[in-house]
């Protein structure tokens, strides 16, 4: 595979954010004092009005998110993956999901992260969020998104502001891959198959999917045709999808930087499994934190972890003997 | 516009009876801090928001944010007066597929936060008001939160951003009641200062050692401190709240937690505990025996009635009375509506106008203008055409309606149809003209005939005794309906005005207590009488009501 171009999902993030606030000025943006770092203080530039940086105070950020979303506005908040979920989600909870206004499902709230998972580096295990999407995939009313590149970035972000209701969306804090074409739908619940397969199925997500692309060629080369899904709709999920690739395939490797519990691949195995059951292996942080990982060090953590393409291929061949 | 003082204490004593009926048939909730915010609301409901209940997302309503959610049957209640939902549906609190849910939920139409997890309804608010100011709207956003709330940082988070952005269409009101769920606020996490045994009158009476609003100001806010069940000090400083610009408003309300019910006020029990279905017939006795107790000023130096209109502030007058006399209607003549327009200045205890003048349907305007809150017109003045007219301007200009009978009137049959909404009764118990005068016994027949009457024709306003009113007297006065008490002689004519206040209410409160417990022996016997007084454990309450019932030989 030929060297990928590299994007960063913030800058494409606030991009979009000025470009939909151009477009609805019921947008509103709010950050917790790392309006910098998620590029989101290019938005209180052009809006200054429409945005709000209420300090380190994540609680606050979320609860002023609610009542300005009750008033009829979409709020963006945002900051980094570990203060929110990791931080706020009784308010998040109470104050986002619950409250349900007539004939609606929560509040109109997106909350969009960065610095999601272990390849927040240097900062640390206590800063990498490996947890984020088992807690806001057990909460009612929300959807949680983790986009792959920022072409997926910039039309999940433009999918949210159209769609009410919360949402969660965990973006990377490193430069990922481009992966998707400037074509490419995405539609909420809908995962996406980027290279077909007969013999085994990888589904990812986020900086797993272009590793899952890596692996499918290297196993193509040993006469392995495997499936490659991006998996970008946690919540929902694509049952339909992943029903197909378990009775087409036979078998499932899951792959993203979460804990092995109560992420995607937790959501793909119950879904599988009440709908198609086949062997599935889930790769992740295998219930253990992450630790400090220099930039050029960061794929050392993952291998730590075993979130890499060549893992992948070994595990599907080690499954592909499983197979019912 | 006067301060529509007996609408909102009528309005108050619903809502508080609902609390009590919805939380004992549900078996649980939160009649404690729903009783602490009674008032609180009620100036909100009646008089201050702006909202309709046939359209509650009405875009340009006022927002009542209740932070404090467990109180919800205090919010509840008053949107069922309110009339957005009927007042049977409080008979589903907490019950499954109901719109009331335990805590505030948009379920019900109306609600505007889903309160409960505490700390987080002033940042919402925030929102709210951001919300408001980008649209150029200029509805207010309202939010009460509990002091036990205030040890979340929260609610700190919030202080800071409403400062930070001057949102001035945001007023939080602080239900300063002393007591969370495990005790007393200063034993868990002082705000004030630690309490040094559990008198919690202590932190009452000492303002050097309250340092809440220190607190709050030093976060940028404008902090107006209140007697939270004062209505007119609610009024006042919600006016003054509105009018500050560019800084958001705290309004700290020292309240008493199950504020009207003796067992429940200042009892940390009652914080989430619902009453027991057997009590509420007791409950709702006490709460219609509220009083109130108004000195007359010119019983005093009628050279300085400033002073004693600032005698009657300091002893704490619920309201006061103003006699006013023209010589016509009485022999004597005392003030008129200027020297009312001079006294108005010196406080916002309501003044209660009791018209002793000929003709009152040509100078009630005047009354009006001066600040009168509560106005009383002699029947024998009037005729259903000019009462008619008054009661209209009246209830136009906010200011509660009296009628007043003299003891050799009986009250006259046109009355009858204004009976329903007639906020106040005075029955003299002395020719009116001059103070001082002896109480006519007479009046307690006249009064107990008057009963039928006023219940046939749906009477629901408050008996004021007025003239010859003592210690001696006052209980059997209160027996006989009077809920409030105007006090001469016996309250401006004593060197210390607050002490005869003081006493006046003691001898009220034993009246009362003697009621309630006689009511218990009536609907339980003994075994109830006992029960009831063992509600009482706060304070020497309990040996107090023993020692009545002893004496009326219930127990």
């Not at chain 2, 004693?308 to 003549?333: N, S, T, W």
């Amino acid at each position: 595979m030929k060297p990928p171009e590299m994007s960063d999902m913030r800058t494409e993030y606030a991009k979009t954010l000025i470009e939909i606030g151009r477009e609805n000025p019921k947008v509103v943006v709010l950050g917790a004092d790392t309006t910098d770092s998620l590029k989101t203080s290019v938005f209180g530039k052009e809006f200054p009005n429409r945005f709000f940086n209420v300090g380190i105070a994540e609680a606050n950020l979320v609860s002023i998110s609610a009542g300005l979303a009750a008033s009829g506005k979409v709020s963006f908040a945002s900051t980094y993956a570990i203060f929110l979920p990791g931080r706020a989600v009784d308010q998040i909870r109470n104050g986002i999901a619950y409250p349900s206004p007539p004939g609606k499902k929560g509040l109109n709230v997106k909350l969009v992260v960065s610095h999601g998972g272990l390849t927040v580096g240097p900062d640390g295990g206590s800063h990498q969020q490996i947890e984020d999407i088992a807690i806001m995939r057990a909460i009612p009313n929300f959807r949680v998104f983790i986009p792959a590149d920022t072409i997926a970035v910039s039309k999940l972000i433009r999918l949210m502001a159209n769609e009410y209701g919360p949402f969660y969306m965990r973006m990377a804090r490193s430069k990922t891959p481009i992966i998707h074409s400037e074509s490419q739908e995405f539609q909420i619940g809908k995962g996406i198959t980027l290279r077909d397969g007969s013999d085994c199925t990888i589904a990812a997500c986020g900086i797993t999917v272009r590793m899952a692309l890596e692996a499918a060629e290297t196993l193509q080369q040993e006469g392995i045709s495997c499936r490659v899904l991006d998996l970008f709709s946690i919540k929902p999920i694509d049952g339909d999808l992943l029903e197909k690739a378990a009775r087409e395939t036979g078998c499932i490797v899951t792959s993203e930087e979460h804990n092995i519990f109560g992420g995607m691949g937790s959501a793909v195995a119950e879904s599988v499994s009440e709908r198609h059951p086949v062997p599935i292996k889930r790769i992740g942080a295998q219930d253990m934190f992450g630790e400090s990982a220099r930039d050029n060090e960061v794929p050392l953590l993952l291998e730590k972890h075993g979130i890499t393409s060549f893992n992948m291929v070994k595990q599907v061949k080690e499954i592909r003997s499983k197979k019912i | 516009m006067g301060l529509n003082y007996y609408h909102i204490k009528k309005n108050i004593l619903r809502a508080r009876r609902l609390v009590i009926k919805s939380t004992s048939i549900a078996g649980s909730g939160h009649p404690g801090g729903s009783f602490s915010m009674a008032e609180i609301m009620g100036c909100l409901f009646y008089k201050f928001l702006k909202f309709d209940p046939s359209n509650p997302s009405w875009e340009d309503r006022d927002r009542l944010v209740l932070s404090k959610g467990h109180a919800s049957p205090g919010l509840f209640s008053n949107m069922a007066v309110a009339g957005y939902i009927p007042e049977s549906e409080l008979e589903t609190l907490r019950k499954f597929g109901s719109r009331l849910q335990g805590h505030p939920d948009l379920k019900c139409p109306g609600v505007e936060f889903c309160g409960g997890s505490l700390g987080t309804g002033l940042s919402y608010s925030i929102g709210v008001a951001l919300a408001a100011k980008m649209d150029n709207k200029d509805h207010h956003i309202y939010t009460i939160i509990g002091d036990g709330e205030s040890n979340e940082g929260q609610i700190w988070e919030a202080a800071m951003t409403a400062s930070k952005y001057k949102l001035d269409n945001l007023t939080a009101f602080l239900d300063r009641n002393f007591i969370q769920q495990d005790s007393y606020t200063e034993k868990v996490m002082p705000l004030d200062e630690e309490l040094r045994d559990d008198n919690i009158s202590e932190m009452w009476k000492d303002a050097s050692r309250w340092k809440t609003g220190d607190k709050w100001r030093s976060f940028g806010w404008n902090v107006i401190e209140i007697d939270g069940h004062r209505i007119e000090q609610i009024d006042l400083a919600i006016t003054k709240a509105i009018a500050a610009k560019g800084i958001p408003t705290i309004i700290i309300s020292r309240t008493i937690k199950g504020k009207s019910i003796e067992h429940m006020e200042d009892n940390p029990e009652w914080h989430g505990k619902a009453p027991n279905p057997e009590m509420v017939p007791l409950i709702n006795l006490e709460l219609d025996s509220q009083f109130m107790i108004a000195p007359s000023i010119i019983a005093g130096d009628m050279t300085n009635l400033e002073n004693e209109v600032k005698r009657c502030v300091h002893g704490r007058a619920d309201y006061i009375h103003l006699d006013v006399m023209d010589g016509q209607f009485v022999p004597a003549k005392t003030f008129d509506y200027n020297k009312i327009k001079e006294l108005r200045s010196l406080t916002v205890i309501p003044f209660d106008s009791h018209l002793m003048i000929s003709e009152p349907v040509k100078h009630v305007k005047d009354y009006v203008e001066a600040g009168s809150d509560i106005i009383t017109v002699h029947a024998e003045v009037c005729d259903e055409s000019s009462f008619g007219e008054i009661n209209d301007l009246l209830k136009q200009s906010q200011v509660s309606v009296g009628l007043a009978i003299n003891p050799d009137t009986d009250l006259p049959e046109w009355s009858y149809k204004f009976l329903p909404t007639l906020d106040q009764l005075i029955v003299m118990s002395v020719f009116p003209g001059k103070s001082g005068q002896k109480y006519i016994t007479e009046t307690h027949e006249k009064m107990n005939k008057l009963k039928s009457i006023l219940k046939d024709h749906k009477f629901t306003g408050y008996i004021e005794a007025d003239g010859g009113i003592n210690l001696e007297n006052i209980g059997s006065c209160f027996e006989d309906g009077a809920r409030a008490f105007v006090g001469g002689s016996a309250i401006i004519g004593q060197p210390d005005v607050r002490e005869a206040i003081r006493e006046f209410r003691n001898q009220v409160l034993k009246t009362r207590r003697k009621t309630l417990i006689k009511k218990a022996h009536q609907l339980g016997g003994s075994d109830l009488v006992h029960k009831w007084i063992g509600l009482h454990v706060v304070g020497k309450k309990k040996e107090q009501i023993t020692k009545i019932a002893q004496e009326e030989g219930f127990i």
